[in-house]
Nanobody, 124 residues
Framework: QVQLQESGGGLVQAGGSLRLSCAAS????????MAWFRQAPGKERAFVGA????????FYADSEKGRFTISRDNGRNTVYLQIDRLKPEDTGVYYC?????????????????WGQGTLVTVSS
């Protein structure tokens, strides 16, 4: 099973940009679709977006379209989440998740593996 570790979080000002990384261990990374979720303070974990195994297809939650971009580098076993024009409501812990099925990657319950999360705090 793949193991995941996020990094890149921190305190940023509104309007700035941030790129989160999720490094995977194991030889099977390229067989997984990868998703990002955000858990805001006091709220449930919410889907942000996902990318298929090759990186050729990605989709996002309707609320996240336009400011979030997911990419992956299978040679580095890493998936990225670029967040632009950050807003205070982007604050939360960001998790990456591995899914065997791209079509199920919107579902947190369907994830095969999770990282520990990285905290993003956006100040106004």
């Amino acid at each position: 099973q793949v193991q995941l570790q996020e990094s890149g979080g921190g305190l940023v000002q509104a309007g700035g940009s941030l790129r989160l990384s999720c490094a995977a261990s194991g030889r099977t990374f390229s067989s997984y679709a990868m998703a990002w979720f955000r858990q805001a303070p006091g709220k449930e974990r919410a889907f942000v977006g996902a990318i298929n195994w090759s990186g050729g297809s990605a989709f996002y939650a309707d609320s996240e379209k336009g400011r979030f971009t997911i990419s992956r580098d299978n040679g580095r076993n890493t998936v990225y989440l670029q967040i632009d024009r950050l807003k205070p409501e982007d604050t939360g812990v960001y998790y990456c998740a591995a899914h065997r099925l791209y079509g199920s990657s919107r579902s947190a319950a369907a994830a095969d593996a999770w990282g520990q999360g990285t905290l993003v705090t956006v100040s106004s």
